[in-house]
């Protein structure tokens, strides 16, 4: 055990919380067969079975579930010492986790979130998995549902919807369809495809940024949340919204760090920028539809 090198348990987080190889080596970079093969290694080294493995993924045992907890107590402390260090040289830093879309509106209206004399720094996270703000991997995060856990605290944004986009003043009765490979599918959304017009799918890609791309280029069709779709001049919408895709939206943060003055100024910020753009969220027609 002594001898087990940290990136390996590193590499572990990764599978545990993205459920597979697939995600681990899309955020590693290694290939899935090099990342089962270290995950063998480790349980080798610790001599626990770590994962239950199938065909739908990794799924952790009960050491499993152990060891992640322990490692995220770690990571959770590391986290602290990192703030601590900061404070001193180069200013706070306040970390946000969002999806993919959430994200993009964020950068493109980033001077909204972070002024030029503010003393922190901003660090975002993209990803679709949930954003984990237990051990405090991220200071704020976007989440589709409230939290359950006793020690975050949330706030009501508003709702999301989501409609078919397609190219605009597209061939009527195209009925290809564009979506995310089915192994990174992890939103309601990305999933609707497989879960509706599976045989109909003409192209897969590995993340979401690429569906409105490939939808102007007219390759075929897409669901996308109605604030994408709705601000992009070369889409439309094909048909009505999807209203079992429609779900609330929250900014979530630790109950103990969101009094935190540059916390609490990013997120205020967030919160004002967001609910701005409440009415496409919620996928009320731009005035091109």
């Not at 900014?251 to 969101?258: G, K």
Request: charged share 25%; proline share 3%; hydrophobic share 40%.
């Amino acid at each position: 055990m002594k001898n087990v090198q940290w990136d390996s348990f590193q590499l572990f987080l990764q599978v545990a919380r993205l459920g597979g190889l697939t995600g681990a080596s899309a955020s590693s970079g290694l290939s899935p067969a090099t990342i089962g093969r270290r995950m063998l290694d480790l349980e080798h080294e610790i001599g626990r079975m770590l994962f239950q493995r199938s065909q739908t993924g990794y799924r952790l045992t009960q050491d499993g579930q152990a060891l992640l907890d322990h490692l995220q107590d770690m990571e959770a402390a590391a986290h602290k010492v990192d703030a601590w260090r900061d404070e001193r040289t180069i200013g706070t830093t306040v970390r946000i986790a969002a999806g993919t879309w959430v994200a993009w509106l964020l950068t493109e209206n980033f001077a909204a979130i972070r002024k030029p004399s503010d003393g922190f720094a901003v660090s975002l996270t993209i990803g679709e998995a949930r954003a984990n703000l237990n051990y405090r991997e991220s200071d704020i995060g976007i989440r589709a549902f409230e939290p359950e856990e006793s020690n975050l605290a949330a706030r009501l944004i508003g709702e999301v919807g989501y409609a078919v986009y397609v190219r605009r003043n597209a061939e009527e009765g195209d009925e290809r369809w564009i979506a995310v490979h089915e192994d990174d599918a992890i939103s309601n959304y990305l999933r609707w495809p497989h879960h509706h017009a599976q045989s109909s799918i003409v192209a897969t890609v590995n993340r979401p940024r690429s569906l409105p791309e490939l939808v102007r280029a007219g390759a075929g069709k897409a669901v996308l949340p109605c604030f994408v779709g709705d601000l992009d001049p070369d889409l439309q919408r094909l048909g009505d919204e999807l209203p079992e895709l429609r779900h609330r939206q929250w900014i979530v943060m630790n109950s103990e760090d969101r009094h935190r003055p540059e916390i609490r100024t990013v997120a205020d910020r967030m919160t004002k920028l967001l609910k701005s753009y409440g009415d496409l969220f919620a996928g009320k027609r731009s005035s091109r539809s």
